[in-house]
């Protein structure tokens, strides 16, 4: 990419692709396309198309999309398969026949089987079953790579995928019903130490194990990739540890100050019982994640704060 090469960053809004544009900026690319989805909602095929025949970008983010918690992916099964699909297809679709130079998708590592080796290897796609609470967006995402793949071999063009662990970072969703384990026990926590409580309710049993990337580290990496990796061959973006649910709520309860009692609610979903993803494809390629999670949670919890207080 050309410092001044016209880049639309598909989601720019999201925790994604929010962190792509402040990585963009900050290494002096000056020509970003963005649209709300307000603006251009791209699961409409005529709308993505009309976008790219005015604006003709030559590099794509493609960072939109339906995501959330285990809880909105299991209970919202349409929009998690169908939003998806629609925006995966429109845009690659709009970004072959518009000869854009590059498309880097985005994917999860939600994608590899519920029971698969571990650490997860790319070479594990498709290799059993999936885990049913994140299945339909999981189906969804395998749809994607493999899109990406076909116009890649049926026309050549070059789109890659990433597949990102666990994220969070500044700019995540905190909506207790719909977001993810740390922006959930981020607030949890912090709304227990204002009010007193003397317990906070986690879901599950506490044990799976999950591995955790600040939203900044996949950014760097993403923009790494997009210019010095073409191949087809979906990427592993992860930090190669992990931790179960209970020590990750142990360390958000000191950085939060909580001092009670956890309990565990059964009724909720454990979901996948580890998926730490194997990073070595990333490592040799010359990558590594950088920011600690400790200090990566403790930085969240600031950004929480102050937007939490600006509403
Ligand atoms: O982050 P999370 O919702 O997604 O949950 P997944 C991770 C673990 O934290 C699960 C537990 O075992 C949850 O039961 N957990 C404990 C909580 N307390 C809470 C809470 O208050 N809120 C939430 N949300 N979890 C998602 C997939 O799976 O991971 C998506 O559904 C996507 O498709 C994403 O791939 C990265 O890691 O289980």
Same mark, same amino acid.
């Given at each position: 990419? *050309?410092?001044?090469?016209?880049?639309?960053?598909?989601?720019?809004?999201?925790?994604? $692709?929010?962190?792509?544009?402040?990585?963009?900026?900050?290494?002096?690319?000056?020509?970003?396309?963005?649209? %709300?989805? $307000?603006?251009?909602?791209?699961?409409?095929?005529?709308?993505?198309?009309?976008?790219?025949?005015?604006?003709?970008?030559?590099? =794509?983010?493609?960072?939109?999309?339906?995501? @959330?918690?285990?809880?909105?992916?299991?209970?919202?099964?349409?929009?998690?398969?169908?939003?998806?699909?629609?925006?995966?297809?429109?845009?690659?679709?709009?970004?072959?026949?518009?000869? /854009?130079?590059?498309?880097?998708?985005?994917?999860?590592?939600?994608?590899?089987?519920?029971? !698969?080796?571990?650490?997860?290897?790319?070479?594990?796609?498709?290799?059993?079953?999936?885990?049913?609470?994140?299945?339909?967006? !999981?189906?969804?995402?395998?749809?994607? #790579?493999?899109?990406?793949?076909?116009?890649?071999?049926?026309?050549?063009?070059?789109?890659?995928?990433?597949?990102?662990?666990?994220?969070?970072?500044?700019?995540?969703?905190?909506?207790?019903?719909?977001?993810?384990?740390?922006? !959930?026990?981020?607030?949890?926590?912090?709304?227990?130490?204002?009010?007193?409580?003397?317990? =906070?309710?986690? +879901?599950?049993?506490? &044990?799976?194990?999950?591995?955790?990337?600040?939203?900044?580290?996949?950014?760097?990496?993403?923009?790494?990739?997009?210019?010095?990796?073409? &191949?087809?061959?979906?990427?592993? /973006?992860?930090?190669? *540890?992990?931790?179960? #649910?209970?020590?990750?709520?142990?360390?958000?309860?000191? #950085?939060?100050?909580?001092?009670?009692?956890?309990?565990?609610?059964?009724?909720?979903?454990? $979901? %996948?019982?580890?998926?730490?993803?194997?990073?070595?494809?990333?490592?040799?390629? @010359? +990558?590594? !994640?950088?920011?600690?999670?400790?200090?990566?949670?403790?930085?969240?919890?600031?950004?929480?704060?102050?937007?939490?207080?600006? @509403?």
């Amino acid at each position: 990419m *050309e410092q001044t090469s016209k880049i639309f960053v598909a989601g720019h809004r999201g925790l994604v $692709g929010s962190a792509i544009c402040r990585r963009l900026d900050a290494g002096g690319f000056s020509n970003l396309l963005v649209r %709300t989805h $307000g603006e251009v909602d791209l699961s409409d095929a005529r709308a993505a198309e009309a976008l790219f025949s005015t604006e003709k970008p030559e590099y =794509v983010f493609l960072a939109a999309a339906r995501v @959330g918690g285990i809880l909105a992916n299991s209970s919202r099964p349409v929009d998690f398969l169908r939003d998806n699909l629609l925006m995966e297809t429109s845009v690659l679709d709009a970004a072959w026949r518009h000869g /854009v130079k590059k498309v880097l998708c985005l994917g999860s590592s939600c994608i590899y089987p519920k029971f !698969a080796p571990q650490p997860i290897r790319e070479d594990s796609l498709l290799s059993g079953p999936l885990e049913p609470t994140n299945e339909w967006y !999981a189906i969804a995402k395998i749809a994607g #790579i493999k899109l990406a793949q076909a116009y890649h071999r049926q026309y050549g063009m070059e789109a890659i995928s990433l597949m990102p662990t666990n994220l969070y970072g500044p700019g995540d969703n905190f909506d207790l019903q719909t977001s993810h384990v740390v922006p !959930a026990l981020l607030r949890k926590f912090h709304e227990a130490v204002e009010s007193g409580a003397p317990e =906070v309710t986690l +879901w599950g049993s506490g &044990s799976p194990r999950r591995e955790f990337l600040h939203v900044d580290d996949l950014a760097d990496a993403a923009v790494f990739l997009m210019e010095c990796y073409s &191949s087809p061959e979906i990427v592993n /973006v992860g930090v190669g *540890e992990d931790l179960t #649910i209970l020590e990750l709520a142990e360390m958000i309860g000191e #950085i939060t100050g909580f001092r009670g009692k956890l309990r565990f609610d059964s009724s909720k979903p454990d $979901g %996948t019982p580890r998926k730490l993803l194997d990073v070595s494809r990333l490592t040799a390629l @010359g +990558w590594k !994640a950088r920011i600690p999670l400790r200090e990566g949670i403790r930085q969240t919890y600031e950004w929480y704060k102050r937007n939490r207080r600006a @509403g």
